[in-house]
């Protein structure tokens, strides 16, 4: 007879349940039934770790926040150059993205924004805190010469920006174009525009004697 699963293991089940729900039916399809279908369990079961839908979306929430936040935070204070830490995230949080296509459709629902002030502004107060490490990290790439003179935060809002509106493109048109293509095209052209360019070659100069 297997091990009877932790309580701790049984939530993160049922967190990638509804996340699995969400990418499939968005936040407003979410309810208790489908989470248990998709979780194999009983509805009885899912009320045994959650009061209810809201809790399971402040899980949510919290799970999103270490997935993407958290993990950008202990990767910015790790070891590396600028440059290399901002592709690590960069391409972590995309990953994540391609991975759960309910991720975006949980962060894009009307039914969080209006519905859920409360997790709402959970989330705008966690998406602040990941602004700033994006942008500690920028500067102290400007600051060691691996960048140009780029406005630190403004360029991590562009950052951001670009990696949520690909995935709300993505979201919309239900995959229809690989996610992975098209953010490595994105990370290329943004290396382009951040990074200092090379300095020019100088001339070799020709001694001519007669």
């Known amino acids: 007879m297997p091990p009877k699963k932790t309580t701790h293991i049984r939530r993160a089940e049922i967190i990638q349940a509804a996340l ?5 039916k968005g936040v ?41 936040m958290g993990k950008a935070a ?17 391409r972590s949080h995309t990953a994540l993205i391609a991975a759960n296509p309910g991720l975006p459709r949980f962060i894009f629902s009307e039914e969080i924004h209006l519905g859920d002030p409360h997790l709402a502004q959970t989330i705008a107060g966690k998406m602040a805190a990941y602004i700033e490490t994006l942008s500690n990290l920028i500067g102290a790439g400007v600051k060691s010469g691996e960048f140009c003179a780029i406005a630190p935060r403004e360029t991590a809002i562009t950052l951001l920006g670009m990696i949520q509106f ?40 020709s001694l001519v004697t007669t």
């Open 166 to 205: 690909t995935a709300l493109r993505w979201s919309i048109t239900r995959g229809a174009f690989s996610l992975d293509t098209e953010t490595e095209r994105l990370w290329n052209n943004f290396l382009r525009l951040i990074q200092v360019p090379p300095s020019p070659a100088t001339p070799e100069i």
């Open 28 to 68: 407003h399809g979410l309810t208790i039934t489908e989470i248990a279908g998709r979780a194999g369990m009983s509805d009885a079961n899912i009320y045994r770790h959650f009061t209810g839908k809201q809790e399971i979306l402040q899980a949510l929430g919290d799970f999103i926040s270490k997935a993407v």
């Open 20 to 24: 699995g729900v969400i990418g499939e």
């Open 74 to 90: 202990g990767i910015a204070a790790g070891e590396g150059t600028a440059l290399e830490k901002l592709q690590v995230i960069f």
